[in-house]
């Protein structure tokens, strides 16, 4: 049974940093190609950033692209969003999710994805 357990969220100020963390157990980690997606209340799940299994392919989307960092370390079952520069709008709650390199997706949607946490909210304010 493959889980997924976000963590980092928190209450930040505009223009602050935050890191978040997306631990996997339960089966092995290094095949999976891994997502972060955000959502707001009334909103559809959006895309963030993704990360393929060897940390080669890395892709943001453009709300987020510069500002934040994804990245992984199989070593400890772990991936990560650092966030830099935040934004009230980057205000939701952020998921990770994971899915088997093959057949292939491009990550950009909830769909590509099997597996995914529960969520940790992230709050830009003033």
């Known amino acids: 049974q493959v889980q997924l357990v976000e963590s980092g969220g928190g209450l930040v100020q505009p223009g602050g940093s935050l890191g978040l963390s997306c631990a996997v157990s339960?089966?092995?980690?290094?095949?999976?190609?891994m997502g972060w997606f955000r959502q707001s209340p009334g909103k559809e799940r959006e895309f963030v950033a993704t990360?393929?299994?060897?940390?080669?392919?890395?892709a943001y989307a453009d709300s987020v692209n510069g500002r934040f960092t994804v990245s992984r370390d199989n070593s400890k079952n772990t991936a990560y969003l650092h966030m830099n520069s935040l934004k009230p709008e980057d205000t939701a709650t952020y998921y990770c999710?994971?899915?088997?390199?093959?057949?292939?997706?491009?990550?950009?949607?909830?769909?590509?994805?099997?597996?995914w946490g529960q969520g940790t909210q992230v709050t830009v304010s003033s």
């Open positions: 999710a994971a899915k088997e390199q093959l057949p292939y997706r491009s990550g950009h949607s909830p769909d590509d994805y099997v597996y």
């Open positions: 339960g089966r092995t980690f290094s095949s999976y190609d």
């Open positions: 990360i393929n299994w060897t940390g080669g392919r890395i």
